[in-house]
T-cell receptor, first 116, second 109 residues
Framework: KAGVTQTPRYLIKTRGQQVTLSCSPI?????VSWYQQTPGQGLQFLFE???????NKGNFPGRFSGRQFSNSRSEMNVSTLELGDSALYLC???????????????FGQGTRLTVV | AQRVTQPEKLLSVFKGAPVELKCNYS??????LFWYVQYSRQRLQLLLR??SRESIKGFTADLNKGETSFHLKKPFAQEEDSAMYYC???????????FGQGTTLQVKP
């Protein structure tokens, strides 16, 4: 079956703009998590959605938001982009929410966001 | 605070040598520990998890609650093991994965 799909793969934006990233989970997976990966900070948790509800949120400013649709697809939005938002944004899906059984996370290829 | 520490940014060994990638964690409670691997130009993927107690690609990891460690070991490294390895912790409280900074394993011929 198809893996986790993230679009677009690459994105260049200007400071102050906003951006929306998309994630299509593996068919049947209802939990979607987002992570930011940078050379300096490594992999940091952004948020997790299950059944269209945000279950957990990491320590990121309110400019970072997300949502999940009824088909489990998820979008992440970053408003008022800053240079420091340049990163690889990873999406992961799992059958069940983290913390329970069947929680193996399958990752997408990521969206490389560059803010100039 | 919940934290995962991987002290080595880079580990370089020769083919056939034993490998140990270190991981220490800080968590009050019963965490679930994982090792993820990212090969060049491939997506991050699960290598193994402590609850399954299995050996994947010759790698094993034992959870030592006394030392709060979850080191990844392989007796004989192969060149194809060269990759970035991440140790991660999942807590039932928050449900998120907390990753270490990662260790690049370089296996030389």
């Amino acid at each position: 079956k198809a893996g986790v799909t993230q679009t677009p793969r690459y994105l260049i934006k200007t400071r102050g703009q906003q951006v929306t990233l998309s994630c299509s989970p593996i068919s049947g997976h209802r939990s979607v998590s987002w992570y930011q990966q940078t050379p300096g900070q490594g992999l940091q948790f952004l948020f997790e959605y299950f059944s269209e509800t945000q279950r957990n949120k990491g320590n990121f400013p309110g400019r970072f938001s997300g949502r999940q649709f009824s088909n489990s697809r998820s979008e992440m939005n970053v408003s008022t982009l800053e240079l420091g938002d340049s990163a690889l944004y990873l999406c992961a899906s799992s059958l069940a929410p983290s913390g329970g059984s069947n929680t193996e996370a399958f990752f997408g290829q990521g969206t490389r966001l560059t803010v100039v | 605070a919940q934290r995962v520490t991987q002290p080595e940014k880079l580990l370089s060994v020769f083919k056939g040598a034993p490998v140990e990638l270190k991981c220490n964690y800080s968590y009050s409670g019963s965490p679930e520990l994982f090792w993820y691997v990212q090969y060049s130009r491939q997506r991050l993927q699960l290598l193994l998890r402590h609850i399954s107690r299995e050996s994947i690609k010759g790698f094993t990891a034992d959870l030592n609650k006394g030392e709060t460690s979850f080191h990844l070991k392989k007796p004989f490294a192969q060149e194809e093991d060269s990759a970035m390895y991440y140790c991660a912790l999942s807590s039932s409280n928050t449900g998120k994965l907390i990753f270490g900074q990662g260790t690049t394993l370089q296996v030389k011929p």
